[in-house]
């Protein structure tokens, strides 16, 4: 009997070898079906950004039953490590052996990166859902005819945000970011309209990615500043304010999105109390759509969305419009892409189209952390309630789309500090 | 062992010739997963001539594969340069840094021996991860290249087959160079500087030369490994060069079998099935490719190429002496 079995246990293996080979010629039969390859971090540091992402899309999908106007949804979440030379290995597997129609996702802009020119190579659509890299849909735009951006890029949310900054008095701003491109990003939008209205940004300080122990640099900010201007990522997040706090420095404190999203603020104390952010969703949004959605992700996941979520259900739903649109068939990749950056759409992060280097245009929300109850929540909890909004945001703000795009990417030098002290 | 050295070189033989003539009957992902194989397999055998046969543990061999890598991609973006018939060209460069960076670097780390050594490298492989994460306006940063195409001259490169049949022939020709290395009277010294090193100085052999040499030509097939990289992948990124490459590449050595060159190719393959193929099955691949590590270690020191020996042996053991006499 066991003898059998081990028998038999080795064919499977060969059986198993077979089918690795073979598995891909079968073409797809069934026309109806939608085959969505899905790239986000499983394992590794960002294995719980990842989680939120592939959780908003599949949330969606169980909410339409798994089929879009018809067609079948075969969802194939792949791992990319946050590695982006793995992201394009996983990439190629799902076009190459999954057949899917288009991919979806990946989380760091690096990633953002790495997946574009797959999708050139491949033919094959790729909607960024996540990645923020302002490139993608700026200079190399017409590099990637493939491509189309659901979720934001790094600098959007920072120039209303510089503006904003300029009304509350601000004269005089220090910028310390994780040294990396989206840190530069969202910095750099930062400085250029906060200083195009007058703003000055008196110190830049680029603390390494993954930094714990911001000890060395937060003695070193001006003690002349009006404000501080944070843009951190992952676990730095939750560091930075707490040592700030604890070193007795009572400034206004601003921040990029990724500071305090709901994937981090959660695990946040009260330091952060008071603190502002910009970004194009905040889960404490007051509108009905969007305390359904939180309400509905909170019951199911057991966490409160955050803009990971809220992205990738935004992505699943734009995908079932264009379906409702062609009748529930694949229109191919060219079609799809040119139908949907022409449609509108009413998300639960609010109104959102898309410009016609397929990015979207959509409302960015100045973000005040306040301790409260909200949507009938029994505790007191930290939300990021919104204070001001500022409709139809373009990647390009109000500097016109040539004027913006003859300047470069903002990187480390750019914009040049000539504030600096 | 089972094979007599030309029975083994049979077999390395027929293997060559099934993945040459098999290719074109694979599906692309296939192809795509041995045509990785095949490249790191380059990068796991000249580690292997440090490794296994001089008995230097190195763990900065991700070092040249980024030096080919980012040559290639620097030289393709900045210069159009090697996407056509210059693709020899760039080969040659690549293997020319990769030889070179290897020729500074053993400047420092070939004086210490044991875990210095292992130390001294991978600390200079860190120098080369930080030059390619912080010299941006050069490397990209952390968002690497991109490479605009695989080069094509006469035939397309960007075609998976095409790219996997070049990758197959420079490993065909690294694994004979390699080959003739380690059985050349250099590479007979190199295992004697392995085996007891005051020895084969106190017979009159420079050392010291011989391991910078060694090191020398581990680097520059680094380098041509990490050319090959680029175009499979048409990203280079900082996550080329970090650590965890250096230690795959140890790995792949440790668990194909040190010292028997083809262990290395043995362990790269083992090593992307489970990591790009299983990772794609189920989620927990990790703790497979974790586990089957550590019953490497455990129970096969000589890696898998060791397994013939061990069968060999076990079965000797089973027929007892009076059984092997009658053989």
């Not at chain 2, 030369?209 to 050319?227: N, Q, R, S, W």
């Not at chain 2, 990124?237 to 083809?262: E, I, K, R, W």
């Amino acid at each position: 009997m066991l003898h059998k079995l081990g028998g038999s246990c080795s064919w499977m293996v060969v059986m198993g070898c077979l089918a690795l080979g073979v598995s891909v010629s079968r073409t797809s039969a069934a026309a109806e079906e939608l085959r969505i390859g899905f790239v986000a971090p499983m394992t590794g540091g960002f294995a719980q950004v990842g989680k939120d992402m592939s959780n908003g899309f599949q949330m969606y999908l169980d909410e339409v039953g798994g089929s879009f106007a018809g067609a079948k949804v075969k969802f194939i979440v792949e791992d990319s490590e946050a590695k982006p030379p793995v992201a394009v290995r996983k990439a190629e597997k799902l076009v190459l052996q999954d057949k899917v129609h288009m991919l979806v996702g990946g989380l760091l802009a690096s990633t953002g990166y790495a997946l574009a020119p797959v999708s050139t190579r491949q033919k094959t659509v790729y909607i960024a859902s996540v990645p923020s890299a302002d490139d993608l849909t700026q200079r190399q735009s017409a590099d990637y005819p493939y491509v189309i951006r659901t979720g934001w890029s790094s600098s959007q949310p920072s120039h209303p945000f510089g503006e904003w900054a300029c009304q509350q008095g601000y004269k005089r701003i220090v910028t310390i970011g994780a040294d990396f491109a989206f840190g530069y990003e969202v910095v750099g939008g930062f400085q250029r309209a906060f200083e195009s209205c007058g703003g000055k940004v008196i110190q830049k300080i680029w603390p390494p990615l993954g930094t714990q122990d911001f000890g060395p640099y937060i003695p070193t900010l001006k003690k002349d500043a009006d404000a501080i201007f944070t843009l951190m990522a992952g676990p730095m997040s939750l560091q930075f304010p707490k040592q700030l706090a604890d070193a007795g420095i009572k400034k206004p404190v601003l921040g990029g999105g990724t500071s305090y999203d709901e994937f981090v603020l959660p695990s946040m104390g009260d330091e952060v109390h008071g603190h502002v952010s910009a970004l194009q969703y905040s889960a404490a949004l007051d509108t009905p759509k969007n305390a359904a959605f939180v309400k509905k992700y909170r019951e199911k996941y057991g966490k409160v969305p955050s803009y990971y979520s809220e992205s990738n259900y935004t992505t699943a739903q734009m995908i079932h419009e264009v379906f409702k649109k062609t009748g529930g068939k694949w229109p191919g990749a060219q079609k799809f892409i040119e139908t949907l950056s022409k449609m509108k759409f009413d998300a639960v992060r609010g109104p959102v189209h898309f410009d016609d280097m397929r990015n979207p245009v959509q409302n960015v929300y100045i973000k005040k952390i306040e301790r409260k109850k909200m949507f009938g929540y029994p505790n007191d909890e930290l939300w990021n309630t919104v204070t001001k909004t500022y409709p139809n945001v373009s990647q390009f703000w109000n500097y016109g789309k040539t004027e913006f795009l003859k300047q470069p990417v903002y990187s480390r030098d750019y914009p040049p500090c000539k504030f600096c002290e | 062992m089972f094979l007599t050295d030309r029975g083994k070189l049979w077999t390395v033989f027929v293997i060559v010739l099934a993945l040459a003539i098999l290719a074109p009957f694979a599906s692309a992902y296939v192809i795509l997963l041995v045509t990785q194989a095949l490249i790191l397999a380059i990068l796991a055998m000249s580690l292997d001539i440090l490794l296994g046969f001089t008995g230097l543990p190195s763990l900065g061999q991700a070092a040249y594969l980024g030096m080919g890598a980012y040559l290639t991609a620097i030289l393709a973006t900045r210069y159009d340069f090697g996407l056509g018939w210059s693709f020899w060209v760039v080969i040659v460069l690549g293997i020319l840094i990769g030889a070179a960076t290897a020729a500074l670097f053993g400047l420092f780390a070939i004086r210490a021996a044991g875990v210095s050594f292992l130390m001294i490298t991978l600390a200079l492989g860190m120098c080369v991860w930080g030059l390619a994460y912080r010299w941006n306006s050069m490397t990209g940063g952390d968002n690497g290249i991109n490479i605009p195409a695989r080069p094509k001259f006469g035939i397309q490169l960007a075609d998976g087959v095409t790219y996997y049949y070049l990758v197959l022939f420079f490993f065909v020709m690294s694994l004979a160079m390699l080959y003739v290395l380690i059985k050349s009277p250099f590479g007979r010294s190199l295992v004697g500087i392995r085996e007891r090193e005051l020895r084969m100085r106190i017979l009159g052999y420079n050392t010291w030369l011989h391991k910078y040499i060694a090191f020398v030509i581990a680097g520059g097939f680094g380098g041509l490994a990490g050319v090959l990289w680029a175009h499979l992948n048409g990203i280079v990124s900082p996550q080329v060069v970090v650590l965890a490459t250096s230690v795959d590449a140890l790995l792949m050595v440790v668990l194909g079998g040190p010292g028997t060159l083809v262990g290395g190719a043995i362990g790269a393959a083992v090593v992307v099935f489970l990591r790009d193929y299983l990772s794609t099955v189920v989620p927990w691949w990790q703790y497979v490719l974790g586990g089957v590590y550590v019953l490497t270690i455990l129970y096969l020191p000589g890696g898998l190429m060791g397994i013939p020996a061990r069968i060999r042996r076990w079965r000797e053991e089973q027929a007892g002496p009076g059984q092997e006499k009658k053989r």
